[in-house]
């Protein structure tokens, strides 16, 4: 991808003396034509606010796509953030090897455009407070297509955040007045910058030009005269939108749709078989940050939405995400739903041959959500366990391994019996052909 920089066609440049230089008639058709190639190649290569994506499939929750650009000479995180609709944190989250004010020029930068739609339904407008990103689901019409907006947001600052529940928009408003709260005057005023009572619209406005309430409440959706805040917490509750993220959305949501407000910091969803997580900073907030650790919080997420049982690998990749909170989705179970599991054993391990490993079951379910339970029981143990859940097509099998021998495969039994009340038995991976991963729905 590259930046093309160019200057808007003023006709006739004027002389040092005042005298328009004029060019002889012929050629003005040739020079209108190439002004016309420079647009339409300006036009293709401008970065497109792409903001619309198709609805996926109930069951599946990953769209977009990420991308990454190179950095300009003397531009910032920030600038790349504002011509690429995304946030001022997420980007500096999806970067943390970059310096957010002075990048190195002609450094890939990745931009976030990849997103794990929030555990909501899918209608109106869901905010999700730590991803400081709002999704909206326009009703589709009979035959269209279902489809998901999605935009870059400001949220409140440290305690001054919107309340978490369902609301929905009320009064809508174009060039808005700002009645200035009581409580905003007297923080001004003591900081020496002292407010009016209204402020009109115009360039000094920050609600910008568009404004939606939430109910009969004093928040707003609203634009701003302050892009470059987008993706941060500094409001005072208010929802902030870029200026043309705002305009193109007032005209698609009706008065009354319904807005949920939900606190999601750790999301986990499914494209076709491959499941990602997405991790991002949780609120601070004592009253809206839950006390249980970064990866139990992951941990949730992923089991409330693959119902399936994770090899060791995985989840350590899970905890990683949930580490490093950089807000992109990471894949962590790469398309195995469905796939034989001899053949991703010779895959991963090629000195075995597969119908030489043994395997430890401790049980066979209909229930997935009872395998997680254990399965996670059995995670906890302080020993190197790999497990997984396999299907001959009727019920899941809860197995420990592969080991390279029967032996083995006792003695892992008699481990996790001093641990717990499950033995297991060994299981030659020949009987397991045929065998496959389960499914989330199985």
Known sequence: MFILRISAFRGPRPTQNGNALKSPDRYRPTLLFLYCCVLLLWLSAAPVR???????????????????????????????????????????????????????????ITLPTQFIL???????????????????????AAGEQALVI?????????????????????????????VVPRSIREEHARAGEPLPPVVPPGPDNPLGEYAMRLGTSSYLIHGTNRPFSIGMRVSHGC????????????????????????????????????????????LQEKHLSPASSHTTEMVAAVINTSRIVLDE??????????EQQQGIPTKILPGRSGES????????????????????????????????????????????????????????HLLLGPFTARDAAVNMGKVIRAYTDFSGFPLPGANLNGYRYCRPET
């Open 341 to 396: 599991l001899l053949r991703t054993v010779a895959g991963r391990f090629p000195g075995l041959a597969p119908g030489e490993t043994w395997w430890l079951q401790l049980g066979a379910y209909r229930n997935i959500h009872n395998a997680n339970l254990i399965a996670e029981r059995i995670g906890r143990l302080p020993a190197d366990i790999s497990t997984s859940l396999v299907t001959d097509g009727r019920l899941c």
């Open 313 to 322: 690998m995985s989840w350590a990749m899970a905890r990683l995400a949930a």
């Open 239 to 282: 929802i902030r939108m870029y200026p043309e993220d705002i305009a193109a959305l007032f005209p698609q949501v009706p008065s009354g749709t319904p807005v949920r407000i939900i606190n999601q910091p750790f999301k986990a969803g499914w494209r076709a078989d491959e499941l990602y997580v997405e991790a991002h900073t949780p």
């Open 118 to 140: 929030p555990d909501a339904p899918r209608e109106g407008i869901v905010i999700n407070l730590p991803e400081m990103r709002l999704y909206y689901y326009p009703e589709p």
């Open 150 to 178: 999605t935009h870059p947001i400001s949220i409140g600052s440290e305690g001054r955040n919107l309340p978490i529940g369902l609301s929905r928009i009320g009064e809508k408003r174009v060039n808005p007045s700002w």
């Open 50 to 108: 792409a903001a619309t994506y198709p609805l996926p499939p109930a069951g599946e929750h990953v769209i977009g796509e990420l991308t990454a650009v190179r950095a300009a000479r003397d531009e910032t995180l920030l600038d790349v953030a504002l011509r690429h609709d995304v946030g001022h944190e997420a980007i500096v989250a999806a970067n943390p090897d970059i310096d957010p004010w002075l990048p190195q020029e002609e450094a890939w």
